[in-house]
Every structure is written in C-alpha cells, then in structure tokens.
C-alpha cells in the first residue's frame, strides 16, 4: 500500500484570528528557553561510580514567537533529541530554565506539568513505535482527549474529525490497525494524535526523515496546512538541510550541544556565518545537479561530547582555527544584537583573531570554505 492512493485532501477550515488560550498576548513569546543543560552521568568502574558526563544540551539559550517554525538543525548526536525531551520536560534540566507562554515549567510552580502535556506535543521519527499495536486507529487518537477526561463519544468524534483533517477517511482507516497502514499513513496518525488535546505548539523530532522523498512533501504540505489551521508554533528538528528549510521561518544550528548560529531562514541560507553552518549547508544534497559537490563538504567526526574541546568547539575541525579559538569560547550573545547571531570569533572585532570583523566571500557554494577545505 503506497501513501498516495488512499489519501483525501484534508479537510481544514479557516485560521481562527484570535487564541482564547493566548495567556501572554501575541508578542510574548511561545517558548523561551534559557541557559538549559543536560550532562548524562557515564557510571564505570568496580564500584559503577560516575566517571563522567555526556555534556548532550550545554547551556542552549533561544525564543521561539507564537506561530513560528524555529527549525533545529545539526549533526547526528549534537543533541537535537535531547533538547527536546527537555523541552517537553520528558526528561529534567540540570541548569537553566523553560518559559512557555509567560509561565516557567517546573514541578513546584508555573504551568502544570499535565497542562504543559495538554500544550506541547512531540511527533517522533519512528511512526511504528509510537502506536499502540492491539489499538485501532481511531481508539489511538481517541485515547489523549478521554484520559484528560472528554467523555468517550466525543473523544471518538473528535478523533474521526482529526482524521478527516490529516487527510485519512475515517469509515476507511478509523477501525484499522497500525500495521495496515503506510509509513506516511501512520505518520498522519501520529500527527491527529499529536493534536488531539488541542496543542498550541508541536515539536517535531526527525518527524518526516524516515518517509519517501514524495511521501516526505506530502507530510510537509499537511504540517504547513495543519499549522494555520490550528494557530501552531513548530519547533522542527531535522539533519537534513532541505527540509528544514522548506518549513522554518528560522533557523537554529547546533553543534555538541551548543548553539553555534541563529538567524532568519534566508539568512542562514543565503549568508551563512558560521564555518560549521558553511560545511553543513555544503554537505546538503541538492535536488539542482549543477548545485552538488563531488568533494568531501565536513571532514572527521564530531568531536566526543563527554570530554569536547576547550574554547570553540569546533577548532578541532575548522580551517580558521587560532590560538584564540582554542582558549576562548566564542559568544553567541543575546538576543539585543539582533536577529542573525553567530558563535565564531571571526564576527567578534574584539576577539583577537586575525580575520575578525572580516567577512568571508561568498556565493552560492560559499568558495572561501571550500578552499580553506570545508
Ligand atoms: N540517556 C542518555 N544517557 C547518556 N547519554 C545520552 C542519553 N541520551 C542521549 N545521550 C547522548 O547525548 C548526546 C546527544 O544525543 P541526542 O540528543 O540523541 O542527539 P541528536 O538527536 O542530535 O542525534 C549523544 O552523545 C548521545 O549519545
Ligand atoms: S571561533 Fe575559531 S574555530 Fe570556532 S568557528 Fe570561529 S574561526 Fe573556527
Ligand atoms: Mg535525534
């Protein structure tokens, strides 16, 4: 069974202008997370003492501003997942603090933690596993609302109705199980699962990676739609660069659990500043052929997170590295210094290093990385 031949255009109406749930009013931010670290404890040993910590998430500062795409990007095990296990508070923070909607996210104060599951829901990669096997379809995205105490019939009529609205018939697929369905039908399934509690914001871990390329667009297009439709932030995490450019109004790039570069999507794109950004934007693959690369964009592995490298993280593998790089951790700074900030001493003039306050030529394969060998 293929994704495209059962499928119904969703059936969605109007934008609502307004959110009665709109605590803060519309300028005060959706999310705002500040300082947030997350350090694994590695246990060794006879004694099966801490040895050490996976520095995952190390002091990850951003707003995300009602109705936005913030889109994450970044390497394999950078800490893209972790940050949002945190963002959910699946999992706690060691440091730092989370802030939705004017309220902090705690256990002993601000919004509730059931009120927080109620607002912010999380659409994972793997679409299998997040299905319950013995549920039928409608009953999985029935479950949310009659737990939170809808009565049993509405929560199914609800269901029904958000089946329709991610494009599956429910007469078709409502009494089916999930091993019936497609990998892009199932991801339908969790996304009207997702939004069953009526969520203000979703975050989508690798939601579409694991789909076809045609299967992919079409699950882009339904998030898009299903955004407006519903009045809904995305906080969108992906390793591929093309997609997350397809969907995000902005752009965040992570590296070992820090922030190195944020900025509005054309700018990230179009002029990036960061050397990783460059490597990362030039390992993309491009649907243009006069737009791919035959060499090697990033070289080497990403350093290890447990103990990463002094100063600026990626001097291990930069070609700008100086001395200054290896002592001084680069600032990303705040949010005051504008929209596009990145973490690099070439954009400090105070810095020191011998290339700050100099831009690096660029065009549409960023030629100044290239020859430096990145
Ligand atoms: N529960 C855990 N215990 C120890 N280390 C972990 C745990 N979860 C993730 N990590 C480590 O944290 C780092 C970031 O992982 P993750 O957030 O999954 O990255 P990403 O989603 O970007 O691939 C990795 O080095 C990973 O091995
Ligand atoms: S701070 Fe130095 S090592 Fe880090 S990205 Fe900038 S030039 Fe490269
Ligand atoms: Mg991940």
Sequence with gaps: MTGNNTMTRPQLDPVPATDPRDRGGP?????????????????????????????????????????????????SGCGKSTLA??????????????????????????????????????????SSSSLNPRKSIVNSIAYGPWVHGVPKIESQRRAQDLLRKVGLRPEQFGLRFPHELSGGQKQRVNIARALALEPRMLILDEAVSALDKSVEAQILNLLRSLKKHFNLTYVFISHDLNVVRYISDRVLVMYLGEVVEIGPVDDIYQGPKHPYTMALLRSRLSPDPDDRLDDAPITGDPPNPINPPSGCRF??????????????????GTEEAGPHRVACHMHDAASGHSRAGTVLPQTRHQPAAAAAGL
């Design 27 to 75: 300028l005060q931010p959706m999310l705002i997370v500040r300082g947030l670290k997350k350090h694994f404890p590695i246990r060794g040993g006879v004694l099966n003492q801490t040895i050490g910590h996976v520095r995952a998430v190390d002091g990850v500062s951003f707003t995300v501003q009602k109705g936005e795409t913030l889109g994450i990007v970044g390497e």
């Design 85 to 126: 296990r945190l963002l959910m508070h699946l999992i706690r923070h060691d440091e730092g603090e989370v802030i939705f909607d004017g309220d902090p996210v705690s256990e002993t104060q601000g919004i509730s933690l059931r009120d927080l599951r109620r607002s912010l829901q999380m659409v994972f990669q793997d």
């Design 315 to 332: 001097h291990t593998r930069c070609p700008f590295t100086e001395d200054v790089c290896k002592a001084v951790a680069p600032s990303l």
